[in-house]
T-cell receptor, first 113, second 113 residues
Framework: RKEVEQDPGPFNVPEGATVAFNCTYS??????FFWYRQDCRKEPKLLMS???SGNEDGRFTAQLNRASQYISLLIRDSKLSDSATYLC??????????????FGTGTKLQVIP | DVKVTQSSRYLVKRTGEKVFLECVQD?????MFWYRQDPGLGLRLIYF???????EKGDIPEGYSVSREKKERFSLILESASTNQTSMYLC????????????FGSGTRLTVV
């Protein structure tokens, strides 16, 4: 099983729709979680951290389900500008050495007019 | 804003050439990383560094070396470029703890012919 798994998509959704992506992780000791956004031919950029209690930033909601070992990203009222690839990032609990950061391969979102 | 600057956006090199990719960050970050990104494989860690003159191998270090003579600069070296090193190379930096997230450079698209 991969350490971090994402559905590659693409998710094709109409403008205004609500869309959700999941990201599953295999290391139960994982501690920190993030969502990054990557536009075509650009670098990944931090979208939001994922907190245990869930968190919201405008139209974006991130949630963590430790029991089932996945994080989710919900986008409400999709805009054309939301079209991008969304990467999840998982960082394990620091055991004193290097914290192995694992990136998912990304889920592609295409918002259609 | 943290800036991570990669010296070249596009590079074309010949097989067997020695290639230097430079990365500079301006936020006094301790940690710097080199990744390559390939379709379907996601981001793979090549090397990282936690301090000046310190380096650690990532998941795919073969064919690469690094140098960190100053805190702000982390260089990736392809000792003898090969066609399978054609890829997007991304430099990243972060302070401590890693849970603050990464800032990436804009990437170098390297083609080895």
């Amino acid at each position: 099983r991969k350490e971090v798994e994402q559905d590659p998509g693409p998710f094709n959704v109409p403008e205004g729709a609500t869309v959700a992506f999941n990201c599953t992780y295999s290391n139960s000791a994982s501690q920190s979680f993030f969502w990054y956004r990557q536009d075509c031919r650009k670098e990944p950029k931090l979208l939001m951290s994922v907190y245990s209690s869930g968190n919201e930033d405008g139209r974006f909601t991130a949630q963590l389900n430790r029991a089932s070992q996945y994080i989710s990203l919900l986008i409400r009222d999709s805009k054309l500008s939301d079209s991008a690839t969304y990467l999840c990032v998982v960082i394990p609990l620091n055991s004193g050495g290097y914290q192995k950061v694992t990136f998912g391969t990304g889920t592609k979102l295409q918002v259609i007019p | 804003d943290v800036k991570v600057t990669q010296s070249s956006r596009y590079l074309v090199k010949r097989t067997g050439e020695k290639v230097f990719l430079e990365c500079v960050q301006d936020m006094d970050h301790e940690n710097m990383f080199w990744y390559r990104q390939d379709p379907g494989l996601g981001l793979r860690l090549i090397y990282f560094s936690y301090d000046v003159k310190m380096k650690e191998k990532g998941d795919i270090p073969e064919g690469y070396s690094v140098s960190r003579e100053k805190k702000e600069r982390f260089s990736l070296i392809l000792e003898s470029a090969s066609t399978n090193q054609t890829s997007m190379y991304l430099c990243a930096s972060t302070g401590l703890p890693l849970s603050y997230g990464y800032t990436f450079g804009s990437g170098t698209r390297l083609t080895v012919v």
